[in-house]
């Protein structure tokens, strides 16, 4: 009898399944032999093993992060904290909120003034399916603007804006009074919702990021974190499972 593809190198693929949250080994070994698994693009057999760091490992047709040593941090980000690794003005950056190992690096960017939840991750993969519009991954934010909007400006939102750097994409906008909207998004220009509000005539005063695509926290205070459960890096995977592209995303 041949050998199944990649049957005697690297870890086999029930086990690597298993870890990443699909169940019992057994179980694992049911979504393999029902074909619901893929390696490299090719239906997984029972005995195939996988290499982890270069392996690509797909489950339903949605790409599963395997590769050991894989975090996934949510955080709170407090205003007046940068998004990046390093600052050369000296401010407080998300990295140092967090563990310094493994090193991780923050998914697309909030500014310095702009608060809520920012995903922290060395799963390269995922940030990028994250991040680049294509994938249509939301982002939600309350933004507190300067005077109650009219309709005709949340109109002018909901159909897109222009600015600088063309039309922005419709958005989903809810008045909450006063003086406060709660925007959903999915593309990623920088301080892209401070410029569509700044444009229909009401600036912003403070903005917060409530949502990253299914992911939601009310409980976790400002400068806390929490790593994600299982079920919710499950939820992103399927977010992100389609599309393609490259580009960043910064509100």
């Known amino acids: 009898m041949t050998p199944a593809a ?5 870890d086999r693929l029930q086990k690597v399944l298993a870890r990443r949250g699909f169940g019992s080994r057994r179980a694992c070994e049911e979504l393999i032999a029902a074909g619901r698994v893929r390696v490299n693009g090719e239906r997984a057999v029972l005995g195939r093993r996988v290499d ?7 489950v339903d047709g949605v790409r599963v992060g395997v590769r050991a040593g894989l975090v996934y941090y949510l955080l709170n980000k407090p205003p007046g904290v940068v998004t990046t690794a390093s600052d050369p003005q000296g401010r407080p950056t998300v990295v140092e909120l967090v563990p310094l190992e493994p ?5 697309g960017r909030l500014d310095a003034d702009t608060e809520g939840l920012l995903l922290l991750t060395n799963d390269g993969e995922l940030a990028h399916r994250l991040t680049h519009p294509s994938f249509g991954v939301e982002k939600e934010y309350l933004a507190e603007v300067e005077r109650r909007p009219t309709l005709v400006a949340l109109q002018r939102l909901r159909k897109g804006v222009v600015l600088d750097d063309g039309r922005t994409e419709p958005a989903r906008v809810v008045l909450v009074p006063p003086n406060a909207l709660r925007i ?3 593309e990623g220009r920088n301080r892209q919702v401070r410029r569509m509000c700044a444009a229909v005539g009401h600036p912003v005063t403070r903005l917060v990021r409530t949502r990253i695509g299914p992911l939601a926290e009310r409980g976790l205070r400002p400068g806390k974190w929490r790593p994600l459960t299982l079920a919710e890096r499950r939820a992103l995977e399927e977010a992100t499972g389609s599309g393609a592209g490259a580009g960043g995303d910064r509100s």
């Open 184 to 186: 959903t998004i999915h």
């Open 52 to 58: 982890v760091d270069h392996d690509t490992v797909e």
């Open 6 to 10: 990649g049957a005697g190198e690297g």
């Open 103 to 107: 090193r991780v690096f923050p998914v």
